[in-house]
């Protein structure tokens, strides 16, 4: 035990000391002096956050060694130094570390890839669009038909996080209404098993958006037949992420017991696929939001240790595969629902910073703007109205959202700003435009 400094989600009080080294660790993620790695800021940054010493973080993490990894503590503070500075990597550590920050080891040292899902159908299958439909005409469906129908949904589901909503449920349905076409076709079982389980994930899809864009009743709606197409075709991954989608619409609306009970449904079915971490953190978001802060750390470290058994995602960019980076947004959600503002602060900015490319584009706008409203409630805890309502606007303004997920965070915004500023005109306006908000979905 660390006296007041104490390790993990709980967090003390920090010090005037930790805000200045904390203050020094954001600049430098900006600064264009700072050229050490992102891993090597983080640490210092996830230090700062918990109002730790170097010393203080190498005995956090001695206790998460594995038995064969016996080194002394001064040898340790020796390469945490030198982690921390840059000038070395921490190859044998990094899962112990990530482990230490209550994260995971892809989430703190990120494999990053891009992928181009139109250049992928034509290098697989040599067609694009309009063959692909021809073909789908044709009596008989073949390989290359199937494989550029998967790498079709596959894109689909990368275009989720940013594609305008209207544009990406216009094409889901269109793309779906083909391959539920082939099963009029001649195909083996083996394809009819295929094409069942490519229906079942872009109904996945349209249910998602459905809901995003404010039609709750169909959403449900598609939501039961992903689930049917999963339990027909076999997919465990289909029919966790349609018990998913049915935690996601409860936490939305409130039903706390009710994620937990569509939680622990998916996890049964789809107990080894990634889905099943996406699972335990909305477990952990609806324990935080019942004032459970033992059931939240409970529940976010078991979905923090599958991600740590599977290997790393070949396409983190599919809405369907959990990316190990965002078990920190996840994280935030809980740290910042159960008040730890500092840990909350420094996770949201994570978040937008592995949402974003180096040009400023935001790969994951939806994302950030849950992370925008976090940093937004602790500028308002904390006493500063101006940073507050501007982190609010800017996340309330962004192209693409899922108007009942943000709506759902920016709650959290509002009753900060009714708890601080109940007098302030400019703060109340804000909260009618929230109750608006989440009154017009």
Excluded at 66 to 89: C, H
Excluded at 161 to 174: H, I, R, T, V, W
Excluded at 182 to 208: F, K, M, P, T, Y
Excluded at 326 to 331: E, V
Aim: glycine share 8%.
């Amino acid at each position: 035990m660390l006296g007041r400094r104490r390790v993990g989600f709980r967090s003390a009080g920090i010090t005037s000391a930790g805000r200045r080294l904390r203050r020094r660790a954001v600049r430098g993620r900006g600064s264009a002096m700072d050229e050490r790695p992102d891993w090597a800021r983080r640490m210092v940054e996830e230090r700062a956050a918990r109002d730790w010493s170097q010393a203080d973080a190498v005995r956090a993490l001695m206790v998460r060694l594995p038995d064969d990894q016996v080194v002394s503590e001064q040898d340790l503070l020796r390469q945490w130094k030198r982690w921390e500075a840059g000038d070395a990597q921490p190859v044998k550590y990094r899962s112990a570390i990530a482990q230490t920050f209550g994260t995971t080891t892809g989430a703190f040292f990120p494999e990053r890839s891009r992928r181009d899902g139109r250049a992928e159908i034509l290098q697989v299958s040599g067609m694009d669009t309009v063959d692909i439909i021809a073909r789908l005409r044709a009596s008989d469906v073949d390989v290359a038909t199937l494989d550029a129908l998967r790498i079709t949904a596959d894109r689909l589901c990368c275009e989720y996080a940013y594609m305008p909503a209207d544009q990406l449920l216009l094409e889901g349905k269109a793309w779906l209404a083909r391959v539920v076409g082939l099963q009029h076709q001649r195909v083996s079982l083996a394809q009819h098993r295929e094409i069942i389980a490519l229906a079942g994930r872009l109904s996945l899809l349209v249910g998602c958006v459905e809901y995003d864009s404010g039609r709750p009743r169909d959403a449900e709606a598609t939501r039961q037949a992903a689930l049917m197409l999963g339990q027909e075709s076999g997919e465990l991954s289909v029919q966790g992420w349609a018990h998913e989608m049915r935690a996601w619409f409860s936490l939305t609306r409130g039903d706390y017991r009710g994620v937990i009970a569509a939680a622990e449904a998916g996890i049964a079915a789809a107990p080894n696929e990634s889905v099943a971490a996406q699972l335990y953190a909305q477990k952990a978001k609806a324990w935080a939001r019942l004032g459970d802060r033992s059931q939240t750390e409970v529940a976010l470290d078991q979905g923090r240790q599958i991600l740590e058994r599977l290997p790393y995602p070949e396409n983190i960019e599919n809405h369907f595969v959990v990316d190990p980076g965002k078990y920190d947004f996840y994280r935030m959600d809980a740290l910042r629902k159960s008040g730890e503002n500092r840990l909350a602060e420094q996770l949201a900015n994570e978040v937008i910073r592995a949402g974003t490319d180096f040009d400023g584009t935001e790969r994951s706008p939806m994302r950030i703007a849950e992370a925008r409203v976090t940093l937004g409630v602790v500028a308002a805890r904390e006493g500063d109205l101006d940073t507050a309502l501007a982190y609010g606007e800017r996340a309330l303004g962004g192209d693409r959202k899922s108007l009942p997920s943000l709506a759902m965070v920016a709650s959290d915004l509002g009753q900060a700003l009714q708890s601080h500023y109940s007098h302030v005109p400019e703060a109340q306006e804000f909260v009618v435009h929230l109750r608006e908000l989440r009154g017009g979905q």
